[in-house]
């Protein structure tokens, strides 16, 4: 009826740019370009015979190519800029060193002038600290365009038999956004190897975690299939496979002459056949790397819209409803079992538990316990017609309601991201006064969280860039986000932090504790890399044998309720190979509120984060 | 080739809204009403029957309809939402007031529950003080949805045969929304009258200053014309063709039964019928009430996409042809006259001169004189391959640059919105010294800012939420902006301001003095209003009767080239019927910027905005 949901294509829409150095004429390029079914062009914006010389009265009028060729909307839509590749703003020769310095900078202004979307430049040896100065003045003083840095993904001396020092690409590249502070308008773009000097897995994984613009992939890498029509082998294209989860562009670099159209499509056919799009992938389209706060549940009442987004993962209520059918089945009372649902929210639970009677043939007396008044308002309407009188609604806060009976099992749905961080445990402890001594069961049974070391230049970006009108830059840093990761690197494997267990009674009968501290240490790293952050998942166990998980070794199959929980940095803290990352997690509570402090202890010590929850915590009311 | 720039629609899209206080099936309504045509439904979110006694310990359950009758995303895009109109939350009787008051908040509650994206309410007395409050309260804790304020256009007391006061349903309006601070997402409902009692044209244009979301239209307002069709009469056309301006939605409120259809494909139709599309309309589409910051040439090179907007406009270009075409026509020197062209930019004028040249069959020497380095490298391939060696290329700027010999006519076009904002007199004092002295002639001649006084809550509300990096909320308020005025109310004829002559000879040879100050008085206010800032326009003299306006009263037709420019005040100021309302305006100068100061003198008097150009000036270098 309404207006329909957009169809998620399941493809990933390739766009490619071609390479040109210097064609005749711009305007014609950029035609048989798009008639080829490219989508924008890369190439020199200044002439290379023009305004070599800059000094002294009679500096010539021309610098390049007139702007009146193209329309300002195709500038600053279809051409990226490549910088001159022979200057040397590094030379030990100061007068080479200033006058390639005024080049540089013309061709920035020009740049500017001409409201192309993005400039490229080559970093062609390990020093670039005066290169990176004079592209940083430009950030700074508002210049648009974004900085495309283009390296080798493998550099060659890595497989040269001459070369006497082996070069890190990554060490060039991450020397030069430090300088830039880390700049989001400044973006990789990567030459694709040849087939016989691909990465390691490890590299591969340390390049998804960066900014990268688009890979560089040379037309001789083509092979001719049995049509005659050009072809990436394997190994390059689990290569790009990997940089699908990323938006990365494709700039073919064409040295030969051809049908170049044959190439976008190849290109636009890979983006169908290797793109993987399972029901996680289908489900985050769209919210890649997007901040968004973690729940308040127990201050704020939760919306419609948070309901049916719940609501809508089966893989969730399946996992609760065979632990509900395993506990009512090992059930042996000789009373009509009562189940309590707290937290009922719109009734999903309440639902799964009938679900079970009906499928054991078993009667069971249902509460449905829920502090919403407007998800009361919907559960009442299903009692009335679904449900009937085998459900009893109460609007109560399970922390303070009196029951009329005890209850056999305690049914709830209250983790958060990060397992305990929407109260679960303060939840249930309130809830277990009505949970029958003994015998009473709690699904779930036990959460533990865990948590990894994290690189994300784009979280620490989106981050410094999101302007709340209520939170200083320095708050929104020691603030946790839920977020699905998409350009990041994990840099070491989950460690458990902290566990709960439910019912978790106390000897003297007082309210458990909820605090908690551990210090995790990760193996030493294996490559340098930039440590942005910790993230966070759990596992969960239901009854039994009945788990979720959201740590990736373990995460529940096609489960989507759950992001991970990412706990920043207040600045990227640079890691060496070797280097040990030690970090101490701290879970505080006081009468009206819990949080979390965090710290690095290696490889550097940094202040202790979010110190009272002075930026973060959950309200208790 | 390029993805086609949308053609821009001559017709205004009509959203069109379907009120229907209570159906019996809400899933039902819905579909009917997008069978019909509309786009979205007005309807209570609770059941009147439901929920009326929220005091006691047995409050009911149910609320309202159960949320899961429709999906989230057709609660938040489709559904706007009546509060219950017997609602008395200003009662004097305490318990009225109070239960009331919280039959209201859980409304307002189950609106946000719902997502929907806007509740309305009637004003149906001249005292709203209660529930502007409640609505505030919500306002600030961030309840996300609009609030739509319904009221009549013209209250029924001004044609009630027996009604002792005449109520302005604006007050009632105006009251409500101070109280609200201005909030942005309060806007306005508008019952269209019979037409028997049309508002004059000065009350609909107070309304169009308003933030208007939509017009109510009684279903018996429609004719049936001949072909059995509902039709509006001409005199509802011409209110509905005013708001045409603004983005006002139209809610048909049904009271009979029929082919609803034919009156959403009527309302289309209008869109159609009634839409001015001229050249105005359609090059500022897209940009209504968008706040621009003025250019700062003379600190900043203009870039591509800048110079291409204003080479488009080529009403203003033949006007400057026409006035080099008589200045060179009387010209009577018996030397090749000598044409300067003066910021050149990429050459627009140049190519008027030479068009001129070629008309009048006469030789001319003409200088292109240009600062900006990537602007000239454009003239200088215009020079090679059009102009040839009749253009001289000059890259100075203006004020500093010793030439070879003088000039009999300088061009240029350095005004911006308010005149001289773009200093052209600073830049024409500097450059006189070149132009022949008694016979040398400046084109323009002379040029007057003008100002008026300005209601737009509209500008107000867009200043206050824009979040700049550099600026603090004190100095966006008392900055101007360039603007393409359509939500606002202009409250009174412009007056001329400051006026500037070119040459401007002085006697002992100094630099002229081109500060300074007037205060102006306008006529007393025809009707209660608020006044948020000042507009500016100006007239321009470029030789003899030739000349250039965006002063509304003599405004040169399709000329796009500038927007208003609006120096806000800090913070709405109400103005009576009969008020005076009068401004006293600077400029200002120091050796590196020129600036405006601006304060009100009457109906109240304000603290000076800008003092020494704090928050806004114009650099010289």
Redesign the interface.
């Known amino acids: 009826?309404?207006e329909d949901?957009q169809s998620s294509e399941k493809r990933k829409r390739m766009s490619c740019g071609l390479y040109t150095s210097c064609p005749a004429s711009l305007k014609t390029a950029?035609?048989s370009a798009?008639d080829f079914g490219f989508h924008f062009i890369i190439t020199q914006i200044t002439h290379p015979n023009y305004s070599r010389n800059l000094d002294g009265p009679n500096?010539p009028?021309?610098?390049?190519r007139?702007?009146?060729i193209l329309?300002?909307?195709?500038?600053?839509?279809?051409i990226v800029g490549e910088l001159t590749t022979s200057l040397d703003v590094e030379s030990e020769v100061s007068h080479i060193r200033s006058n390639d310095k005024k080049i540089l900078e013309?061709e920035l202004?020009?740049a500017?002038?001409?409201?192309i979307p993005a400039v490229l430049l080559h970093l062609s040896k390990p020093k670039n600290v005066q290169l990176s100065r004079i592209i940083n003045d430009k950030l700074v003083s508002g210049f648009s365009y974004g900085v495309w840095v283009q390296i080798p993904m493998v550099h060659p001396s890595n497989y040269s038999p001459i070369a006497e020092t082996q070069h890190d690409s990554w060490d060039w590249w991450n020397d030069f956004r430090i300088h830039c502070d880390y700049d989001k308008r400044v973006g990789l773009v990567l030459e694709l190897p040849d087939v016989r000097h691909v990465p390691s897995v490890d590299e591969i994984e340390r390049w998804i975690g960066e900014p990268v613009k688009a890979l560089v992939i040379q037309a001789s890498y083509f092979l001719i299939n049995q049509y005659g029509k050009p072809v990436l082998s394997k190994v390059h294209q689990e290569i790009i496979k990997k940089f699908m989860t990323i938006d990365v562009q494709y700039i073919i670099h064409l040295d030969i002459e051809g049908d170049f159209s044959l190439y976008v499509k190849y290109m636009n056919f890979l983006g169908k056949k290797l793109y993987c799009c399972d029901t996680m992938a289908e489900f985050v389209q769209g919210c890649e790397d997007y901040l968004q706060n973690p729940l308040q549940p127990l201050t704020e009442?939760l919306?419609?819209?948070v309901?049916?987004?719940f609501e809508k993962d089966q893989i969730k209520y399946d996992t609760y409803q065979k632990a509900i059918h395993d506990a009512l089945e090992h059930w042996t009372g000789d009373h009509v079992p009562v189940v309590m649902v707290v937290g009922a929210g719109?009734g999903p639970l309440v639902q799964a538990v009938l679900n079970v009677c009906k499928l054991l043939e078993k009667e069971v007396k249902v509460y449905a316990v829920e502090k919403?008044?407007?998800?009361?308002?919907?559960?009442?309407?299903?009692v009335k017609r679904e449900w009937g009188s085998q459900v009893t609604?109460i609007?109560e806060d399970m922390r303070t309601w009196q029951p009329p009976e005890l209850a056999d099992i305690l049914v709830s749905e209250l983790l958060g991201s990060f397992g305990d961080n929407e109260l679960s445990p303060e939840c249930l402890d309130g809830a277990q006064r009505f949970l029958r001594p003994e015998t009473g069961i709690s699904i779930p049974k036990q959460y533990t969280s865990f948590i990894a070391p994290l690189q994300s230049l784009k979280i620490y970006n989106e981050i410094r860039n999101s302007?709340l009108p209520d939170k200083t830059l320095k708050q929104c840093l020691e603030t946790p986000y839920v977020v699905h990761l998409a350009n990041y690197q994990q840099l070491a494997d989950s460690q458990p932090l902290f566990v709960f267990d439910h019912p978790n009674y106390t000897k003297n009968g007082q309210n458990p504790d909820n605090t908690r501290f551990k210090s995790l240490r990760f193996p030493p790293a294996k490559k340098h890399c930039v440590l942005t952050g910790i993230v966070g998942f759990f596992e969960a166990v239901l009854y039994g044998e009945v788990t979720l998980s959201t740590n990736p070794r373990t995460h529940t199959p096609d489960m989507v309720s759950w992001f991970p929980i990412v706990f920043p940095l207040a600045a990227p803290v640079q890691v060496k190979e070797g280097d040990i990352i030690q970090i101490s997690f701290w879970r505080e509570e006081s009468v009206d509120k819990v949080w979390y402090e965090w710290c690095l202890e290696s490889p550097i010590k940094t202040p202790i984060m979010n110190p009272n929850g002075r930026s973060y915590h959950i309200k208790k009311h």
Chains 1, 2 share one sequence.
């Open positions: 009826m309404l949901e950029l035609q798009f500096v009028y021309i610098i390049g007139t702007d009146r329309k300002g909307n195709e500038w600053n839509r279809l013309q202004g020009f500017s002038h001409l409201g009442h919306e419609t819209n309901y049916e987004v719109r919403n008044p407007y998800a009361v308002n919907t559960l009442a309407e299903r609604l609007r302007r």
